[in-house]
């Protein structure tokens, strides 16, 4: 199946060169049975970084192009290899109120992408701008991050791992209040990742 070609070609890579080593350390010095299976495995790893570097440099054009069409304005993008494959990209586009979602797949026809709109909520930070996780978290994120609230609890996710709204990385900063919110020690909020939720990623590899 194309789908797994690229994770597939991957395996091949780590295992001819792991098969190379040992070939290496097994075998005596008199056969290059070694020295070829060490050649094989970095031949097809240079050609599979070859290919991931190239396809997103394409997705970095793929994106920009279509954000021109659109004429939103937006602070910066980034795009992203989904899990176990080099195929489908995701894009990222934050600006000062709201980030984008989008995906981008060698398997679809045309060269542009769809967003889907999420606000960033930075406002629940207002009173604890100054707080040193928040403008620890502001840096590690590079800004790229949303906030959002749990109870009573001001939460900052980084946006560049994780499906929609299960972040990987999400910290409690802060805690609402009247009339500004109130900083708080920051706290890891552990989040159970629904990995079901994958089938919705890679079923836009052939989406349109």
Known sequence: ????????????????????????????????????????????????????????????????????????????????????????????????????????????????????SYPRNQHLLSGIEEHWPVQRLRWFTKELFSVTTAGDAIIINDLRMGLEPDFVFRFKVGELSNPHAKASPPEQIHTRQDWSRLRLVWSRLYAE
Not at 15 to 22: E, Q
Not at 70 to 76: G, I, K, L, T, V
């Open 1 to 116: 199946m194309p789908s797994v070609l690229p994770l597939f070609c991957r395996n091949v890579c780590d295992r001819t060169l792991l098969l190379g080593v040992i070939a290496a350390l097994a075998l005596t010095r008199k056969t290059l049975t070694g020295n070829r299976w060490d050649a094989a495995g970095l031949a097809l790893s240079t050609i599979y970084l070859s290919w991931s570097v190239g396809a997103k440099f394409y997705v970095d054009d793929v994106a920009r192009k279509t954000l021109v069409n659109e004429n939103a304005p937006y602070d910066r993008f980034i795009t992203m290899a989904t899990p176990f494959n080099t195929v489908l990209w995701r894009v990222l586009v934050v600006d000062k109120n709201n980030y984008r979602i989008g995906y981008y797949s060698f398997f679809s026809d045309g060269d542009t992408i769809r967003f889907q």
